[in-house]
Structure formats: C-alpha cells, structure tokens
C-alpha cells in the first residue's frame, strides 16, 4: 500500500504545478463581442441575448481587406472601443476576458488592429472563437452544416462536436442580404437592406407564380412580385443550394448522414421568410433525400453571440495577455462542457 501512498501523492503534486501555472481566474464574467459587416453584438456572458447591436465599423473597412495597414485600421477602430465599453455597455474591460467572436476570415491585419485597441482601451486578455462554431451551440446543434447568410456573401461549414472542420469552410460571394436588398425599389443600400426580412420572401421550388397585393413599406411601393423576385438570387446557380452541398461533400464521409440531417441557417438572411422550406426543396432536388433544416432556439441572427455568451459562462477561459501571441481560431481543443454536449440523436 506504500507504493499507492506515494503514487498518490506525486499526482497531487504534479496537480497542483499545473495550477500554479495557471493564471488567476477571474470573478468577472467574459464580455463577448462579436464581429460582423453589419453589426458588432455585444454584451456579457451568461446572459440570453445581446444587450447592444451597434453599427459595425468592419463592413467599410473590410473592401481594402489585406491591402489596408494596421494603422488605418487602428484610425477607425479606436473611436469604436472606446465608445463600446464607456457609453455602450457601460462596463469596462479591466479584470475581464473579452471573448472575440470573428469570421475565419477576417484580414490578419485587421485581427491585430482590433487586439490592440482592446487593449489600449483596458482589456487584460482576449480570447477568440469561430463565429461558424459559435453559432452552432447557440443553435442547439453542435453536429450541423451552419449556413451564414450574411451582408454582401455566405459562409458555410460543417461543425462536428463543436469543432470547426475548416476544410469544409467555404464561401459564396455575392450570395447574401445585400443581393436581395439592390432588386427593392429604395434610394439606399441600407435602408433596403433593413426592409429585406419585412418585404422580401422566398417562394418554394418551382411554385407558380401569382398575383398579390403591393405593400407600402418606409415610403416605397413594392410590387407583390419584385418581393418574391428579389430573393432569387440566394438559389440562382452557386447560390445557398449548392454551398451546402459542397460542404457536405467535402465533410468526412462517416459524418455525412448526421450532417445532412442538421443544416443549420443563421444570420441576417435567415430572417427572410420561406428560406429554410427553399433551401430543403433545392438540397433534396440535388440528391440530398435525408436533408433536414433545423430551427434554432434563439433569434438566428444572434446565434453566434449566444453560443459564445454560453460557452464562456461554462468553460474556464484563460485568453491571451498583451505581447502573447493570438491564439489561431481553428485551434480549438477542449472538449465542450456538459450544458452544450454533442446531441447526434435529435
């Protein structure tokens, strides 16, 4: 009995060199932010929903893409953090996480912008996350093809246990919201783009097209057929249809029959209506027999943000200190905490 005496206490010891090694958690919950074209969500861990959208300052910015410097990104996003945290949110970063969720592909220029103008702003250490992964814990499907249909393209990519499988992610350019919001008959990009969910509506897969009466929305007439018309272009050639079907096809063959039985819609197109009912007509024209389109539990424009604010009220987060190198957002290991496992069987 000696030995396990002694077995035993070199585990503990070895335990507790771990944890000496582990910096300090922190009471405070995580603030979580997450990066769009449109919007940036904000808000605090733990809680249901955002507690603020604001106009992002990435959807201009992100047409330069990795020719712009990091001093004209630091020019735009300075102001933005600093007005975030002080008359946003009201809560300030000190003895925080701020849990970044972004898009895989946001410029590396872009992405060090931002980091330091949370830190200048106060923020002690950031951490990161896929906003495809995200989304699919916020949707309630940790196994599922997550379709972002955002501003100006769609992104989609297979998520297995609430891993990011990046060599599924791929991208349709020209395929989003804002393709939808140029066919209403406004003056403006963007307050076309804020009637889309309220006008616009997908018919289904070959239905007939019928007469219907226009609607006077924000000081526009809009004809019962442009409405139907305008979203189209979402299924015209490599549209949502077959985004998703090179995902799938690109998804590890074993996981093929789960993944096609959880597609999961988000983002800002998803609120337009009859999308999800188009999209499973198309998948199962293309083959797709045992296709299935899930409903998420939250708003679906919020998913990302929810999955985030749920993850990082379960999980320890550690995050990165200024002079750290940023963590890769593919590089997630750790297993997901119990409230959000895996449910293949739904």
Not at 111 to 137: K, N, Q
Not at 309 to 317: K, Q, V
Request: hydrophobic share 50%; net charge neutral.
């Amino acid at each position: 009995m000696l030995w396990l005496w002694r077995e035993r206490a070199q585990q503990r010891r070895e335990r507790a060199r771990i944890v000496d090694k582990m910096p300090a958690p922190t009471a405070k919950p995580a603030i979580v932010l997450e990066w769009g074209a449109v919007y940036v969500r904000c808000g605090v861990a733990g809680e249901p929903c955002p507690r603020v959208r604001l106009p992002s300052p990435l959807g201009a910015l992100a047409v330069g893409g990795e020719r712009l410097n990091e001093t004209a990104w630091r020019g735009a996003l300075d102001e933005f953090v600093a007005r975030l945290f002080a008359e946003e949110l009201l809560t300030m970063p000190q003895k925080r996480i701020v849990l970044n969720v972004e898009d895989a592909a946001l410029p590396r220029a872009l992405r060090r912008a931002l980091a330091d103008a949370l830190y200048d702003a106060g923020a002690e250490r950031l951490a990161f996350a896929p906003s495809i992964a995200c989304a699919a814990v916020g949707g309630d499907a940790p196994t599922s093809i997550v379709v972002d249909v955002g501003s100006s393209s769609s992104r989609c990519a297979a998520v297995v246990d609430g891993f990011l499988l990046d060599s599924t992610l791929a991208y349709a350019d020209g395929c989003g919201v804002d393709a939808v919001a140029v066919k209403l008959p406004y003056e403006t990009l963007e307050r076309a783009r804020a009637a889309v969910a309220s006008l616009s509506f997908v018919r289904r897969r070959g239905a007939e097209v019928r007469p219907g009466p226009d609607v006077v929305f924000e000081g526009a007439s809009v004809p019962f057929q442009v409405r139907g018309d305008s979203s189209e272009v979402l299924f015209d050639g490599e549209g949502l249809a077959a985004l998703v079907h090179g995902v799938l096809r690109a998804a590890p063959i074993d996981a093929r029959a789960a993944l096609a039985k959880r597609v999961l819609v988000v983002g800002g197109g998803s609120l337009i209506p009859g999308l999800e009912t188009r999209l499973l007509d198309e998948l199962r024209a293309r083959g797709v027999k045992d296709a299935g389109v899930l409903t998420a539990p939250c708003a679906s424009c919020d998913a990302a943000w929810v999955g985030a604010s749920l993850l990082a009220a379960a999980t320890p987060l550690t995050g990165a200190a200024r002079g750290d190198a940023l963590p890769d957002l593919f590089e997630m290991k750790l297993g997901l905490p119990a409230v959000v496992a895996p449910q293949c069987n739904k």
